[in-house]
Structure formats: structure tokens, C-alpha cells
């Protein structure tokens, strides 16, 4: 119901800029957010946006680099990473909370999950 892509492999200070489709079910009035996963580390945070697009949190370490944003026309939510460093480097992975219409930054809140996409920042 999620259907995550845009990773890739970028240098350090590059940027890259995923794309999160969903259905409309799955979209529709629910707060969509990102998470990542580096091996051997538990899936954060990354960021969130409402449906309005009127709200959006983000990791601490990434407040200024990346950007998230939704297109509800398109049920499609983006994230913009900029000034890329290698500890970003995860699988980052698209939910969609459809209890609270508010944004929550656990993953044990996150209903529907994509398949995840491959970030690898080189040094």
C-alpha cells in the first residue's frame, strides 16, 4: 500500500530525494512519515508530515538538511535530503499512521509500511 523509491548511492554532501506513493486508502487524512534503519541499529525517526502538510517534525540531525513534503493530489509524500552525510546511510522506509491526526515519531504507531529504499552516502 506504500511503494517507497528515489534511493541510491551519493557522496558525501550530495543529496537524493525519496518518494513515498500510496493508495488513497491508505493516504487519505493520515499523517505519512519516514523512518530509516542503519544495519545493526533500531528504525528512527526521520521525519513527518500531516495531511494538511500544515505540520511536519523531524530528527534532531537532520533539521536543516532534509525537507519532507506531501502532494495529496498525487498521494505521494517527498523527502528532500540535502547536504548528505554517511551516517545517513539506512534503508529508509515510508509509514502512514491512520489513528491520530497528529504526529506521533514511534514506529509502533505506524499502521501501513512500504518496502524500504536503499540511502548509501560515501565519505
Known amino acids: 500500500q506504500l511503494q517507497a523509491s528515489g534511493g541510491g548511492l551519493v557522496q558525501a554532501g550530495g543529496s537524493l530525494r525519496l518518494s513515498c506513493v500510496a493508495s488513497?486508502?491508505?493516504?487519505?487524512?493520515?499523517?505519512v512519515g519516514w523512518f530509516r534503519q542503519a544495519p545493526g541499529r533500531e528504525r528512527e525517526f526521520v521525519a513527518a508530515?500531516?495531511?494538511?502538510?500544515?505540520?511536519?517534525d523531524y530528527l534532531d540531525s537532520v533539521k536543516g538538511r532534509f525537507t519532507i513534503s506531501r502532494e495529496n493530489a498525487k498521494n505521494t509524500v517527498y523527502l528532500h535530503m540535502n547536504h548528505l552525510e554517511p551516517e545517513d546511510t539506512a534503508i529508509y522506509y515510508c509509514?502512514?499512521?491512520?489513528?491520530?491526526?497528529?504526529?506521533?515519531?514511534?514506529?509502533?504507531?505506524?499502521?501501513?509500511w512500504g518496502q524500504g529504499t536503499q540511502v548509501t552516502v560515501s565519505s
Open positions: 509509514a502512514a499512521d491512520r489513528n491520530s491526526p497528529f504526529i506521533r515519531t514511534m514506529a509502533t504507531y505506524y499502521d501501513y
Open positions: 508530515v500531516t495531511y494538511s502538510g500544515s505540520y511536519t
Open positions: 488513497e486508502r491508505t493516504f487519505t487524512r493520515n499523517v
